[in-house]
């Protein structure tokens, strides 16, 4: 069973249309949910973490929020440059030393 | 800022061989990690290392693979015998502190392909 979904796989909008991405987990003990934003043949590069459910991160047009099951990642009014895949992963208490991703959102905004 | 730098970027390698990649790791980060992706997969765990020893390891992780610190700076991964499967790209990571919330910073990998 998939501790980490994403959904949609993939996400196609128009530049300044705006919309979200959702992660849920189904692990206990949570002890961080990350997003990272990944370019082609690049590694993930960490954009925010959250720890606890009602918290809120923000960072220029993204925001991401948490849920006891789920993070949301909005993106608010999106620019050709926010094009990329879009990574969720949690740290839990059952995971020791790793984080466990997910497969991701590949977000492609045209001009 | 500081990152994580991974060398080479590309290898290619003839199955059967041994292959070592290499990682600098952000200099006052303490635990360090290796993950690889499978084109078209999720990144997926290989091993936690903190304190010159193994903290954890996976599945995927077995005989074949090995990792080292051979001094202050240095990270590798060492695939003793490669296998077709062992085709991927490969990432090395480290955080501040040990897992428990904290982030993992990533280099932006090495592209393994096996012949």
């Known amino acids: 069973e998939d501790q980490v979904t994403q959904s949609p796989e993939a996400l196609r909008l128009q530049e300044g249309e705006s919309s979200s991405l959702n992660c849920s987990y189904t692990v206990s003990g949570l002890r961080g949910l990350f997003w990272y934003r990944q370019d082609p043949g690049k590694g993930p590069e960490f954009l925010f973490t959250?720890?606890?459910a009602g918290e809120e991160k923000e960072k220029e047009r993204l925001k991401a929020t948490l849920t006891k099951k789920e993070s949301f990642l909005h993106i608010t009014a999106p620019k050709p440059e926010d094009s990329a895949t879009y990574l969720c992963a949690v740290d839990w208490y059952g995971g020791y030393q790793k984080v466990t991703f997910g497969t991701g959102t590949k977000l492609q905004v045209i001009p | 800022e500081p990152e994580v730098t991974q060398t080479p970027s590309h290898q290619v390698t003839q199955m059967g061989q041994e292959v070592i990649l290499r990682c600098v790791p952000i200099s006052n980060h303490l635990y360090f990690y290796w993950y690889r992706q499978i084109l078209g997969q999720k990144v997926e765990f290989l091993v936690s290392?903190?304190?010159?020893?193994?903290?954890?390891k996976s599945e995927i992780f077995d005989d074949q693979f090995s990792v080292e610190r051979p001094d202050g700076s240095n990270f590798t991964l060492k695939i003793r015998s490669t296998k077709l499967e062992d085709s991927a790209m490969y990432f090395c990571a480290s955080s501040e502190q040990g897992a428990e919330g904290q982030p993992q910073h990533f280099g932006d990998g090495t592209r393994l392909s096996i012949l």
């Open positions: 290392f903190y304190n010159n020893e193994i903290s954890e």
């Open positions: 959250l720890y606890s």
